[in-house]
T-cell receptor, first 110, second 116 residues
Framework: RKEVEQDPGPFNVPEGATVAFNCTYS??????FFWYRQDCRKEPKLLMS???SGNEDGRFTAQLNRASQYISLLIRDSKLSDSATYLC???????????FGSGTQLTVLP | EAGVAQSPRYKIIEKRQSVAFWCNPI?????LYWYQQILGQGPKLLIQ????????DSQLPKDRFSAERLKGVDSTLKIQPAKLEDSAVYLC??????????????FGPGTRLTVL
């Protein structure tokens, strides 16, 4: 079983749509959770951290369910510029190491 | 603030040849990481340095890969000899803090390696 699993997509949605990505992780000792964004042929960049209480940043909402070992990302009112691969990322232990999922590809269509 | 610098950006070699990648992290960042990203997959950690010491190299194929971070700043990653399956993007990242916990990792643009 992979440590971090994501639906690979691709998700093709029209502008203005709401889209949700899901992610599960296998290690119950995981401590920190993130969503990174990676544009085509570019490096990953931190989109947002994910907190147990849930957190929102503009059109983006992240949720964490520790009991189910499940993380989600909701994008409202999708823009063309949201087209990218979204990577679910988990930190286990104290060594500052990140484990990445394989990513979910999103294309927002005009 | 300057970001993480990597060179070269692209490299094409034949199998069994050697190749080296260079990374200059963000100034003042204590921790440096090398990742391998194969097409369609997420980045996989190869090695982590804290200052000039190795924190974790458990996923580094040590029979062919080596890395160093002299003086706790720049780092080089070498592959000798390369195999076809080494074709990937090699990403360098750095983060400010050292020790336990997590802080943001900043990635360089990567080196895209093609092994023929």
């Amino acid at each position: 079983r992979k440590e971090v699993e994501q639906d690979p997509g691709p998700f093709n949605v029209p502008e203005g749509a709401t889209v949700a990505f899901n992610c599960t992780y296998s290690n119950s000792a995981s401590q920190s959770f993130f969503w990174y964004r990676q544009d085509c042929r570019k490096e990953p960049k931190l989109l947002m951290s994910v907190y147990s209480s849930g957190n929102e940043d503009g059109r983006f909402t992240a949720q964490l369910n520790r009991a189910s070992q499940y993380i989600s990302l909701l994008i409202r009112d999708s823009k063309l510029s949201d087209s990218a691969t979204y990577l679910c990322v988990v930190n286990v232990g104290s060594a500052r190491q990140l484990t990445f999922g394989s990513g979910t590809q999103l294309t927002v269509l005009p | 603030e300057a970001g993480v610098a990597q060179s070269p950006r692209y490299k094409i070699i034949e199998k069994r040849q050697s190749v080296a990648f260079w990374c200059n992290p963000i100034s003042g960042h204590a921790t440096l990481y090398w990742y391998q990203q194969i097409l369609g997959q997420g980045p996989k950690l190869l090695i982590q340095f804290q200052n000039n010491g190795v924190v974790d190299d458990s996923q580094l194929p040590k029979d062919r890969f080596s890395a160093e971070r002299l003086k706790g700043v720049d780092s080089t990653l070498k592959i000798q000899p390369a195999k076809l399956e080494d074709s990937a993007v090699y990403l360098c990242a750095s983060s400010y803090l050292a020790g336990p916990g997590t802080d943001t990792q900043y990635f360089g643009p990567g080196t895209r390696l093609t092994v023929l």
